[in-house]
């Protein structure tokens, strides 16, 4: 079974900046994609950023340019790095880890961005 935690989230004002991470309980690098979604309220479940094991990286579109995606692949870790924050950022963020058939889930972190 396979854990991925996420950490980092919080209130920040808009136009500011938050990191968020992700712990992955055994190595990234059996993990085809890692990537970041959002949910908020009333809303489905969309996709922020992916990247890939290659390292090859897609953002959607309301966060490019403002966030970034990395991996750590010694530390079993994968940040997303948010900049210029939005009150439409708004939302509980969940880290996802995709390989075959596996398609795993973080418990997720609640980013609130007051304007």
């Known amino acids: 079974q396979v854990q991925l935690v996420e950490s980092g989230g919080g209130l920040v004002q808009a136009g500011g900046s938050l990191r968020l991470s992700c712990a992955a309980s055994?190595?990234?690098?059996?993990?085809?994609?890692m990537a970041w979604y959002r949910q908020a309220p009333g809303k489905q479940r969309e996709l922020v950023a992916f990247?890939?094991?290659?390292?090859?990286?897609k953002y959607g579109d309301s966060v490019k340019g403002r966030f970034t995606i990395s991996r750590d692949n010694a530390k079993n870790m994968v940040y997303l790095e948010m900049n210029s924050l939005r009150p439409e950022d708004t939302a509980v963020y969940y880290c996802?880890?995709?390989?075959?058939?596996?398609?795993?889930w973080g418990q997720g972190t609640q980013v609130t961005v007051s304007s």
């Open positions: 990247i890939k094991r290659s390292t090859w990286t």
């Open positions: 996802n880890a995709v390989t075959g058939p596996g398609d795993y």
């Open positions: 055994r190595s990234i690098l059996s993990f085809e994609t």
